[in-house]
């Protein structure tokens, strides 16, 4: 099965008007997402090239799933895919109100603000969605709500909490947004965007880099995993590396994304109708 913008696709075919807004705000969000740049400019890509990626691995996950979905959940998904590092890159002057929003006091120092941007981000994406709503002319209040849910629940938030993350919105004559699952798809994905095209040369201060032994490593890593394809049964990672130490590293990494990946698979299970098919993450040393 093709999956290339499967959901996109499937949003053409069936809500030219769902269509037609998410197509307006790619175009509009690719300037806002390289705001990150100004706060972490020696941090992996987290602009419009890494949302894209995001996407396109949502997409392969999804695969046979598409028939289940509605074309409204898949502009909540696409959306979210472009919306949920906005976080990362939130305007100076709007940082107090970000974090007033979520009730935070950081040390007023530029680590510690740093570090709340970066530990909250997906909050912070949420509340920007929110925020910025009616710019990006979301069809309704509960669209715009789904799209900062599902943004939210790529990381920290937990998936099985009923009560703090329904199993669905009722977005009116849009139908019925199941977030849970867009969820799981958002955050394996994000999860999944490791390998060497996650650091573009353009957009990263190599110089900022080198001087951070920590950075340095990431970076490292992240060059050794050539690829990430994504099979109908699991996942692999393709790495190349004679440095035994750093595929060690690689080998915790992957551990770290089993983990995500079962999580995600059981929420799927226990909340969804849909299935994720994807059941191990494997490494091939090339």
Do not use: W
Request: charged residues 25%.
């Amino acid at each position: 099965m093709d999956c290339n913008f499967l959901c996109e696709k499937k949003l053409a075919a069936e809500s030219p008007l769902l269509h037609r807004l998410f197509k307006d705000s790619v175009v509009v969000l690719q300037n806002i997402l390289t705001s990150y740049q100004s706060i972490f400019p020696s941090y992996t890509d987290h602009s419009s090239l890494h949302s894209m990626q995001v996407a396109n691995f949502c997409n392969n996950l999804i695969a046979e799933n598409i028939s289940k979905m509605t074309a409204t959940e898949c502009f909540v998904l696409l959306m979210a895919c472009y919306l949920h590092d906005t976080g990362m890159g939130i305007p100076e002057n709007e940082i107090n109100d970000y974090f007033d929003s979520l009730g935070l006091t950081p040390e007023d120092s530029t680590f510690e603000i740093k570090e709340c941007i970066r530990k909250n981000h997906n909050d912070f994406s949420s509340v920007f969605v929110k925020k910025k709503s009616n710019f990006f002319d979301f069809p309704n209040e509960a669209i715009a709500t789904a799209i900062a849910e599902v943004a939210r629940g790529h990381r920290n938030v937990d998936l099985f909490d009923e009560e703090n993350y329904p199993s669905e919105i009722d977005a009116g004559e849009f139908g019925r947004i199941r977030l849970p699952y867009l969820a799981s798809l958002i955050r394996l994905a994000d999860e999944i965007d490791i390998a060497a095209d996650r650091i573009p040369l353009l957009l990263v201060d190599y110089e900022l880099v080198a001087l951070d032994e920590k950075c340095v490593r990431e970076h490292e890593k992240h060059r050794a995993i050539r690829h990430l394809i994504i099979n109908s049964d699991n996942l692999v990672m393709q790495v190349h590396t004679d440095d035994e130490s750093l595929f060690e590293e690689i080998c915790q990494l992957r551990n770290k994304v089993k983990n995500t990946l079962d999580y995600c698979r059981r929420v799927v299970e226990k909340r969804t109708p849909f299935v994720l098919a994807q059941n191990d993450i494997l490494i091939d040393r090339i």
